[in-house]
């Protein structure tokens, strides 16, 4: 058994153990249902459509500390997640007088301020059993730290998906403050998913045999898509190495890197016609000391209109963080 293939066993057996682990958290959580979607042309079941996970926004990366060592009840965990969504929708900012920032957006511009939340789970990562975010490793520290320090040295410094580059699988498909609605489009032998979030497509081909040489490195890996049942897997690698990349849950202030020995595993389960249960597996030793799944659901959301995401097309904020760090740093050194 080669390397590849052994990584690629040991991330199924894990992600197997995540689904077990999430479905004790929630009684209410299903395995696949006997739901049978429409089958394509080209065999692949029909996931076409826009799929939103703005229901996962109010659940926390990492369990509580209030669940660790034992299984909440679905009561238990119904009523923290509810807590939160409310605590989120009634926050009011009052800092103006005192903060040193512009403030942010009233609540009402993000889409999870007009939803109702979706109770899963008491946290989205589901391994470790802990559901905490392994440690990063030494070098993904430092390397932490150096983007603290120098994200404003110049355009190539700041994060890539402020740049409007890439915000990688992660910013792509976790939930997040807004643009959480996927739009799913199939030909035969492709998925396309493509996020509104920096107008960003993923094509990934199905049965489509091995991955490039691994020589050829791209922001969002190279995907490999297989369907087994209900449930679409896909497996990327030959990621391209970035220094400052957002990711979730990086301890602190500042992104970890993208390394190019990156792996990642994603499943989507239909659960019933309206329903996909999704989860992420990412494997980046030189990153994170041990490998770690996120689950959460997307919903069917046909209402959902994805716009056009200019990002910084007749937009000065690159100019102008820049521009206001060279102003900085002229105060210091005149001091």
Same mark, same amino acid.
């Given at each position: 058994m080669d /390397?590849?293939?052994?990584?690629?066993m040991?991330?199924?057996? !894990? &992600?197997v153990? %995540?689904?077990?682990f999430?479905i004790?958290l929630?009684?209410t959580v299903?395995a696949?249902?006997d739901?049978t979607?429409n089958?394509l042309?080209?065999?692949?079941?029909?996931i076409?459509g826009?799929?939103n996970?703005?229901?996962a926004?109010?659940?926390p990366l990492?369990l509580?500390d209030?669940?660790q060592?034992?299984?909440?009840s679905q009561?238990?965990v119904t009523?923290?997640?509810?807590?939160r969504d409310?605590?989120r929708?009634?926050?009011v900012?009052?800092?103006?007088?005192?903060?040193?920032?512009?403030?942010?957006y009233?609540?009402?511009?993000f889409?999870?301020?007009?939803?109702d939340t979706?109770?899963?789970a008491p946290?989205l990562i589901?391994d470790?059993? /802990?559901g905490?975010r392994p440690?990063?490793?030494?070098?993904a !520290? &430092?390397?932490? %730290?150096y983007?603290?320090?120098h994200e404003?040295?110049?355009?190539?410094t700041?994060?890539?998906?402020?740049?409007c580059?890439s915000r990688?699988?992660?910013?792509?498909?976790?939930?997040?403050?807004?643009?959480?609605?996927?739009l799913?489009?199939q030909s035969?032998?492709?998925?396309?998913i493509?996020s509104?979030?920096?107008h960003?497509a993923?094509?990934i081909?199905?049965d489509?045999?091995p991955?490039?040489?691994?020589?050829?490195?791209?922001w969002?890996g190279d995907?490999?898509?297989?369907?087994?049942g209900?449930?679409?897997i896909?497996?990327s690698?030959n990621?391209?190495?970035?220094?400052?990349?957002?990711?979730p849950g990086t301890?602190?202030?500042?992104n970890?890197?993208?390394?190019?020995?990156?792996k990642?595993?994603?499943?989507?389960?239909?659960v019933?016609?309206?329903?996909l249960?999704?989860?992420?597996t990412v494997?980046?030793?030189a990153t994170?000391t041990?490998p770690w799944?996120v689950a959460?659901p997307?919903k069917?959301d046909?209402?959902y209109?994805?716009?056009e995401?200019a990002?910084h097309?007749g937009n000065?904020?690159?100019?102008s963080?820049?521009?206001?760090?060279?102003?900085q740093?002229?105060?210091l050194?005149?001091r």
């Amino acid at each position: 058994m080669d /390397n590849k293939l052994a990584n690629f066993m040991l991330l199924s057996v !894990k &992600l197997v153990l %995540a689904t077990a682990f999430t479905i004790t958290l929630v009684t209410t959580v299903s395995a696949q249902s006997d739901w049978t979607p429409n089958i394509l042309s080209d065999g692949q079941p029909d996931i076409t459509g826009m799929w939103n996970n703005v229901g996962a926004t109010a659940t926390p990366l990492e369990l509580s500390d209030q669940f660790q060592g034992r299984v909440p009840s679905q009561e238990e965990v119904t009523e923290f997640i509810h807590a939160r969504d409310i605590a989120r929708k009634g926050a009011v900012w009052t800092g103006f007088e005192n903060s040193r920032g512009v403030g942010a957006y009233e609540n009402y511009w993000f889409d999870w301020f007009w939803k109702d939340t979706v109770v899963d789970a008491p946290a989205l990562i589901v391994d470790p059993p /802990n559901g905490r975010r392994p440690a990063l490793t030494e070098e993904a !520290k &430092l390397a932490r %730290a150096y983007n603290v320090a120098h994200e404003h040295d110049s355009a190539a410094t700041v994060e890539s998906g402020d740049r409007c580059l890439s915000r990688g699988v992660f910013g792509m498909m976790m939930p997040t403050a807004y643009n959480n609605g996927k739009l799913i489009v199939q030909s035969p032998g492709y998925v396309m998913i493509h996020s509104e979030m920096i107008h960003n497509a993923r094509i990934i081909p199905i049965d489509a045999g091995p991955h490039l040489d691994e020589r050829i490195t791209q922001w969002e890996g190279d995907p490999r898509g297989r369907w087994e049942g209900n449930t679409l897997i896909i497996e990327s690698t030959n990621f391209k190495y970035v220094p400052n990349m957002r990711a979730p849950g990086t301890g602190g202030p500042g992104n970890a890197p993208q390394h190019t020995g990156r792996k990642m595993v994603e499943t989507f389960t239909f659960v019933d016609e309206n329903t996909l249960r999704y989860t992420l597996t990412v494997d980046d030793p030189a990153t994170y000391t041990a490998p770690w799944t996120v689950a959460f659901p997307y919903k069917l959301d046909n209402e959902y209109r994805q716009y056009e995401y200019a990002c910084h097309e007749g937009n000065y904020a690159m100019d102008s963080r820049l521009s206001g760090a060279r102003v900085q740093e002229r105060g210091l050194q005149e001091r």
